[in-house]
């Protein structure tokens, strides 16, 4: 588990409130495409924000277990960069116990799945996961200019 | 909200290739599989999945790419992609599905890469 301070700025703010229904991490990938034109970043970094942003989210929705089946996203504009914290409040897990997957060992093994974060922390510029058990995870994520 | 996902395919001297059309999630990784395993049980074990209109997959969409590679690796076939979005390259790599399906530009240059048999 890691945890940073967050600065205080005065940096734009758009917070989305997404049900836990299938598919709805469109919704949320639209509207952080959106907002990344509208930051004017280009298309690639875009892209990369949107498939970083359904991996959060999918995440949340497969295993947080919130009671509220709901998972809130709030995009940040900041002058350097676009931040987005994806924030469930379900049942949290050690971070520390999350081991990346490797193609290697996935392709015989009987679950190929795992594949979230790693994609997130490689897409991304920064990822910072904060997650307690029994209260929640919130995920940073940072992509820059 | 989502369109529905589609796939087509042809086949050109025994080499299949599938052309997908919408989000690549659990289910469109499902119509894949589903297929791609109707092929290889005629016989058929060279594959193109051409990606063009889909620009966008999630982890389980990809984690049933992997099945459909094991199921490949067993039987000596191949799998190539084509026409990727950069990001979904990237993630490709990321992954490692590269080590066991390459990523091509065009769909002419990911079938002269796989034999005809």
């Known amino acids: 588990m890691t945890k940073s301070s967050r600065p205080t700025n005065n940096a734009p703010e758009v917070a989305l409130v997404l049900p836990m229904l299938p598919d709805l991490e469109v919704a949320a990938v639209r509207l952080a495409g959106e907002i990344g034109r509208f930051m004017r970043l280009d298309d690639n970094k875009v892209d990369e924000i949107e498939m970083a942003l359904i991996e959060a989210c999918i995440n949340a929705f497969e295993h947080s277990q919130d009671p509220q089946r709901k998972v809130e996203i709030r995009f940040t504009m900041r002058p350097e960069a676009l931040e987005i914290q994806v924030i469930d409040h379900g049942r949290g897990f050690d971070y520390s116990q999350v081991h990346p997957p490797d193609m290697e060992s996935r392709l015989h093994a009987e679950s190929k799945r795992g594949w979230g974060l790693k994609i997130i922390e490689s897409l991304m510029d920064e990822l910072v996961v904060d997650s307690q058990i029994g209260r929640g995870t919130s995920i940073r994520m940072t992509k820059k200019r | ?117």
């Open chain 2, 1 to 117: 909200m989502v369109d529905k996902f589609q796939v087509s395919d042809r086949t050109e001297t025994n080499r299949v290739v599938l052309y997908t059309d919408g989000y690549i999630n659990n289910l469109g990784g499902d119509e894949i599989a589903k297929r791609c395993y109707q092929h290889i049980e005629a016989g058929r074990k060279q594959f193109v999945l051409n990606l063009e209109k889909s620009k966008i997959v999630n982890s389980i969409g990809i984690s049933i790419l992997i099945e459909i590679i094991e199921k490949l690796v067993e039987i000596d076939g191949n799998l190539a992609f084509c026409n990727l979005t950069p990001t979904i390259a990237k993630t490709f790599r990321i992954m490692g599905l590269t080590q066991y399906a390459k990523i091509y530009e065009t769909e002419t240059e990911a079938l002269a890469a796989l034999p005809a048999n």
